[in-house]
């Protein structure tokens, strides 16, 4: 099953998965898609407010954080990671639980990029939101860097999230039952 969306101006067919018995998400996955991850890019530029710095997740978010970075003209954006990297020092950590991944994860950054983000507007951006747990983990991450969260921004919006006025997306993603049709 398969879900024909308008993105950025492109259409795309995102393959229906069951995140439970009753409930399926349409997999947008921007991973290897360079023509949508620049329209998506520029789309988001166009919307965004004035940053300092942009802030994702890894992993889905890296093509989109940095061709926004690359568009925008930025020198450096932050990536908060799943593991902890040798070469980090003084390492920030959140806990954190997506609805895409079944276990807990944490999300880390390193000091020297929370020292960076202090006293700065960190626009914080992603692929899609749907349950804000990724989006309140990285807000967690920038607050304790000292940072100030200026923009929530995703290509996508799934379910709640579309309700909520502190996020900008591009489209709207809906949920789906078993049978592949919109129930959200």
Not at 56 to 69: C, H, Q, V
């Amino acid at each position: 099953m398969y879900y024909t969306m308008n993105i950025a101006g492109l259409e795309r067919q995102l393959p229906l998965c069951a995140v439970s018995e009753d409930l399926y998400i349409g997999a947008f996955v921007i991973f290897g898609d360079c023509e949508l991850t620049v329209a998506c890019a520029r789309d988001l530029l166009a919307k965004a407010p004035a940053y300092d710095y942009i802030l994702t997740a890894e992993s889905k978010g890296i093509p989109l954080a940095y061709e926004m970075a690359r568009q925008h003209g930025d020198k450096k954006w932050f990536l908060a990671r799943k593991g902890v990297k040798v070469y980090m020092q003084n390492v920030l950590d959140v806990k954190v639980k997506s609805i895409t991944t079944a276990k807990e994860q944490h999300l880390y950054i390193d000091g020297a990029d929370a020292e960076m983000m202090r006293g700065k507007k960190i626009l914080i951006v992603d692929d899609v939101i749907s349950t804000g747990e990724s989006l309140k983990a990285l807000e967690t991450l920038v607050e304790a860097a000292g940072g100030e969260i200026c923009g929530r921004m995703a290509v996508l919006a799934e379910g709640e999230a579309q309700e909520r006025p502190d996020i900008i997306y591009l489209e709207k993603l809906p949920l789906f039952n078993a049978e592949g049709k919109i129930i959200g």
